[in-house]
Structures are given as structure tokens and as C-alpha cells.
DNA sequence: AGAGAAAATGTAAGCGCTTACATTCATCAC
DNA sequence: GTGATGAATGTAAGCGCTTACATTTTCTCT
């Protein structure tokens, strides 16, 4: 009887998984070429090659994440953590980000920080702690440890869904600001003088925030007084759009056009005006923002900002992977701005002859 | 000058990762005392736990994920696999599900397997490679492959929105072929006669499947013959199901109603009456599956079948945990059916007295 | 005070893989 | 034929952590 060289004599188990060290038994060869088999194959022999393979299939061996994350210090996996997965918005983006990386071979990992700075905070250590080569953020607000974490441990990194001209980070979106200021030039245009706005809170999402301050700046620059606004925060979500909406329409000073944060809310606006039995828009406007297939199938359809999700999912990936890659490192140079559009439907109107907006 | 017992002594790159080992000499204690203080505080004295605790902070440490799954055999990470995160149910449900997960201590990994078994299997390979405890699969269709390394590594699994009631295999949903059967008996009782279904692609999806195969035993139950219903495959869109509807209504023998296998297809039907001046329900009724926030915002209301997608997450992690915590191994029975039930809108209304429906 | 138990800590052997380096062996120019 | 060259493979040292077991310290009770 030959004598066995087995290090680890195997347990009786049966679902103990396979190991390199089984397979290269099995094939007859060292651990070393069949890892050398499974990850640079042009530098075995063909002859081995199909032994080692023959050995892989018959035992179903799969490595261990873990063993070779330890050795190699690479993971092929990217991470990405977005505020949730209910919004259709972020899970379209995703979706596009997980199908490129795929294309290039690496694993996505996600988790949502239910737009906590904190939590959010605690998600990027995990990330890291299991190795993700790089990260995919969304929004800029963040607490400053988690951007000293990424810078720390040299983490590639973009932030998504939002630019930030001023902030020297790699950063792939659109200006919020811009877009929603555009918007309400439209609205403004069209004779609303009595805006209002129903937004997410801003608290900690930079993107609520610079669409508000969109709305600010077109308002000052026709010099309109911005005091007058009346913003309403609540959190995303078809109902609580629609309650705003009714908050704001029965008040003495009913707004003309109610611009909201994003295509969600405004989907609540618009349904809430049809029980009141307002008219859109000729009693009153109403817009959105993102275009999610919820904003063309609505009546009317619903005016309201265009964004690229998916467009922004792929590209994000493809400037992760260079960054990983090391092809321009961390330049926020390559920032990239994409741009969001009006998307006109039927939701947008010019402001009611007469009724009752007041202009006490 | 003490003697250094340094096996490695660090090198000079200032971003590499504190480990253990480091944390160990900061504090003057052992690296098994360090890793006791982090996994099971309870066994190390007070004064020791401080003194690790302000090391691990002073030096901003986080375990290695890898090498911790390596030597303890856990990596307290679940796994799911959804055929696509753009489906809005999905990602209600999982949502919940990672909610769950958290409260435990677990990560969640995600994957999409774009409704292919294959790609399925590939992705149940990753987790598995990557150490997920456990995994949650969505519907019963998938290859005997996938089935047998399951198996094989004992990795406890549920397979969530869906039941088959004779398939020996924990899982947690509801009936999608009753439901479906009950929904049609309704849409007969309102005197309908010439129906038909725009149902999801139905290879490699049980639920569709089931959807379609629901309607159909309502109809033998009532005596007509289900080889008169007319069912189109599209894949999930809104698009899709406007071209699906339109292809239905204008044929010779248009139905007086349409049953869609899901919400986001019936908003593509109801999008497209509309526009080609259909009234629903007057000329025309539809219905849904699913009731995801669109049911509600159409007009006319989608009357739809509610599906708990939240609450099958939320009990779907505490099953798993359950499972890998051996409480009540793997056991089928441990299998849960939900209440999926019927979510009355203004879609669905009487046959139309006269029309275009004809009796051939 | 001293024995024995219990609590706290240390020692060191892996976990399954990659890879630098060493070894073997066939090939080839001269 | 010989040494140089390079391809194919093997050897073995870790990667950063957990944990069984050994050792030391502290406590408890008579």
C-alpha cells in the first residue's frame, strides 16, 4: 500500500466541501497547479489540465471565498450601498451596475442604509471587512469618518446620483440643483406664481436638498421671494405624498403648482387631487422628478425630470473597475456629468385664470 | 530595549489594514484574548476588554472577514437570489428580508439571476462559495443541479413566493394558482365568457405557471372549454403589456376581459384602453397580480391579488435563522402558506350588456 | 493558610488558498 | 555531447483569524 500522503486525513462527513488539496490528490498533481489550473490555465500543460479539470467535476469543488481572499488580498467584489431597495430608482440603476460588473467578472454585494448617515457608516466597514475592492455610494452626504475610513484604507470609490462641482471626488450624476431649477423656470413661465413643494427629507440626502434649492434659485433669480415657498418634507411613498398634497391644498393660500421631490410623491399628489376633485393641470400643476415608469402611466402623465439610471448604474461600474484597475486612479477629474432632462407630459400647465389662489 | 516579538514586523505602507495581531500588541495582550473580547466579551475581565476596545479604536481595526470565515467556519452572511431587483415586489420583499437579517447580526448578499435557471445555479455556486449560512431562492423552478449541491452542502434554503404543496421543501408564500382561480371564479361571475391573459414568460417561472394554470381551473370548474382562452407571453413591462393588449383587443374575438399575470403588465393594458378609447371597466375589464403601489395610482383603480410581500421576507429570515441555527432542521413542515387575497378596485366590472364580444 | 475550583489568559495549530522560489526535465545551439 | 534556456511542476510559507488545550492567576472554603 502506497503511502498516503494526507495531511488532514478527511472526516467521515460527507458534505464537508472539497478542497485544492483534494482535488490536486485526486488529480495526482500539487495544490499549486491546480490553483495555477484554475486561475492562469496557459501555464499547465494541457495534459494536466484536463486531469486537474476531470478532478474539479468529479468532486464538485467550488474554492472557498474566504482562503483565497486571504491569500490572494482580491475579491472581485465590488460593493454598493444605496439609501433603499424600494426605490425604484436606485434598484433600475443597480440593476445595470450588477450586470456590468458581471460582465467583468466581479461579484456585487449590496446593502441599504435606509438613509442613515450612521448606519450607512457601519455598512461601509462591513463592505470593507469583507473585502470589497471598491464601493458604490450614493449622495455625498455622509459622516466624515466614513470618508476618512475610504480614504484610509485607499477604498475606490464613486458617488453616484448626484455632482457635487465643488467636492474633489469622483462623483458620476447630475446636478439636482440645475435640473429642478430648469423645471421651475417652466413653471414660472407658464404664470405660477404660487409655488409650493412636497420634497424627501433633506436631512442627510443632498440630492432633496439641491432640488430645493433649485426651485430657491429659479424663484430669486425672477425675483420672487423665496420666503414664500412652502416646502413640506416627508418620506418617500405614494400615501405620504398624497396627504401633503392635501395639507397644502387646504390652506388659505392654495399653491398653483405643487412641484414635487420625486415622481413617488407626486404619483400621491396626483391621486389625491383626482378624489378632490381637482383637476390637473387646469386647476392646479403638478410635477415630479426621476421619470420611473410610474410617471407615464398615471393621468395625466406626469411632467417631470428625466434622470439615466441605468445609464449611470453602467457607467459607474465601468470607472469603478478602471479605478480598481488602476487606470486613472481615484481622479476626480473623471467625475462624469450626465444630463437629466425635462420629460413634458400633461401634469404641467399654465396657472388657472381666476379660482382660488390668493394673492392677499 | 525589550526583545520585539513581531513575527511580521509591519511594513512601512501606511494604508495597510490593522490586524489582530497589531490590536494584540497595542494592548499588551494576546491575539486570542483580542479575538475573545470581540466575539465573547464575557469571558475576558474588565480592565483587559478596555484596553483591547481603546487598541481596536486607536488603530481603527476591523476584522478580516475572509480569514475569520476561514477559521470559524461561519460567516453569519445569507444570500438571495431574485430573478431582478427592477421588479418591485422583489425588492419590497427583500427589503424586509435584510431588515430581519440585520436585527440578527446577519449580512445579506444579493444576486439577480435574470429569470435563468443557469445563471441561478451559477449564482448558488458563488454564495455558496462565498460562505453564505444560508440562501433565499424565489419560486421551485430550477435545475436538478442547483437542487443537488444544496443538498449536498447542506445549505439550508427557502424558497419563497411560491408553494407547491407536494414538493417536500421548506417554503414560505402563498398559492398562486388558487389565488388566480378564485380571482377568475369572480371575473365569470360578473358574467364574463371570452377571457384572456397576459401572463409573464412562463418557462423557468412557477408562478406564472401557476397564475395561468389558475385561470384555466376555473374555467373546466365552470364547465368551459380553456382551450378558447387566448394567453400571451411578454416579459415584465409596462410596454409589453400595452403591445400584449392591444394585440388582444384587436383580433376578430376581442375578450371582455383581461386577466395579467401581474400589476406592472395590467398597467400597460389599462395605459393602453385608454389610449385607444377603451372604457375600463365599462368596455373592458382587467385585472392584476400583486397589488404593488401602481394597483392604487391607476385610474381606474387596478382590482388585484394582494400579495404580503413584505411580511414573506420578514417570516422567510426568521425561518432561515431558525434553520441554520438547527432549531428545527430543514423540516418541510416547518413550511408556511400566506393569504394572498383579493384587493377589489374598478377594474374588473360586469360583462357589457352588447359589443364587440362575439359568441361564434 | 492551603487545596481546589474557577476565571483569565496565552500558545499554537490549523482553516483553504496563492505564490515566490526551487526543482526537474525537455529542448536546442554550438 | 554539453551547457544554457525555458517550460512545467513542486515545496512551503504565509494570509488573519478562531479555538482547543495548556498555563497562570484569582477566588472560595475549610
Redesign the pocket.
Known amino acids: 500500500m502506497p503511502e498516503q500522503k494526507l495531511?488532514?486525513p478527511r472526516t467521515g462527513r460527507p458534505d464537508?466541501?472539497?478542497?485544492?488539496?483534494?482535488?490536486?490528490q485526486r488529480a495526482?498533481?500539487?495544490?499549486?497547479?491546480?490553483?495555477?489550473?484554475?486561475?492562469?490555465p496557459?501555464?499547465?500543460?494541457?495534459?494536466?489540465?484536463t486531469q486537474v479539470l476531470k478532478a474539479v467535476d468529479l468532486l464538485g469543488?467550488?474554492?472557498?471565498?474566504?482562503?483565497?481572499a486571504?491569500?490572494?488580498?482580491?475579491t472581485d467584489t465590488f460593493g454598493a450601498i444605496i439609501p433603499t431597495m424600494e426605490n425604484a430608482i436606485f434598484a433600475r440603476g443597480l440593476q445595470a451596475f450588477q450586470e456590468e460588473l458581471e460582465r467583468n467578472g466581479i461579484t456585487l454585494l449590496v446593502s441599504s442604509s435606509s438613509y442613515s448617515p450612521e448606519l450607512e457608516e457601519k455598512q461601509i466597514r462591513a463592505l470593507i471587512?469583507r473585502g470589497a475592492d471598491a464601493l458604490l455610494l450614493i449622495g455625498h452626504d455622509r459622516t466624515q469618518q466614513s470618508y476618512d475610513l475610504l480614504e484610509r484604507k485607499r477604498i475606490p470609490h464613486v458617488i453616484a446620483w448626484s455632482i457635487a462641482p465643488d467636492v474633489p471626488r469622483t462623483s458620476i450624476g447630475f446636478d439636482n440643483r440645475t435640473a429642478m431649477k430648469t423645471l421651475t423656470h417652466e413653471v414660472l413661465a407658464l404664470g405660477h406664481r404660487h409655488l409650493a413643494v412636497i420634497s424627501a427629507p433633506r436631512a442627510g440626502n443632498d440630492r432633496a436638498r439641491d432640488r430645493c434649492r433649485g426651485v430657491v434659485d429659479a424663484m430669486v433669480q425672477h425675483n420672487f421671494d423665496p420666503d414664500r415657498l412652502r416646502i413640506i418634507e416627508t418620506p418617500y411613498s405614494i400615501s405620504n405624498g398624497a396627504e401633503a398634497f392635501q395639507t397644502l391644498v387646504t390652506t388659505a393660500s392654495r399653491p398653483t403648482a405643487v412641484l414635487c421631490g420625486n415622481d413617488v410623491l407626486a404619483a400621491g399628489a396626483l391621486t389625491r387631487a383626482r378624489e378632490l376633485g381637482l383637476r390637473v393641470p387646469e386647476d392646479i400643476s403638478i410635477t415630479g422628478f426621476d421619470d420611473i415608469e410610474i410617471a407615464q402611466i398615471v393621468s395625466p402623465g406626469l411632467t417631470t425630470v428625466h434622470v439615466p439610471h441605468r445609464q449611470m448604474g453602467t457607467h459607474a461600474a465601468k470607472l469603478l473597475v478602471a479605478m480598481r484597475n488602476n487606470e486613472y486612479a481615484d481622479d476626480p477629474a473623471s467625475s462624469v456629468e450626465l444630463d437629466a432632462t425635462i420629460k413634458w407630459r400633461d401634469s404641467l400647465g399654465p396657472v388657472p385664470e381666476t379660482g382660488a389662489n390668493t394673492t392677499d
Chains 1, 2 share one sequence.
Open positions: 495531511k488532514r464537508a466541501s472539497p478542497t485544492l488539496e483534494d482535488v490536486a495526482g498533481v500539487s495544490t499549486a497547479t491546480v490553483s495555477r489550473c484554475l486561475n492562469d496557459a501555464r499547465v500543460s494541457e495534459v494536466t489540465r469543488y467550488a474554492p472557498n471565498f474566504g482562503a483565497r486571504l491569500a490572494a488580498k482580491r471587512a
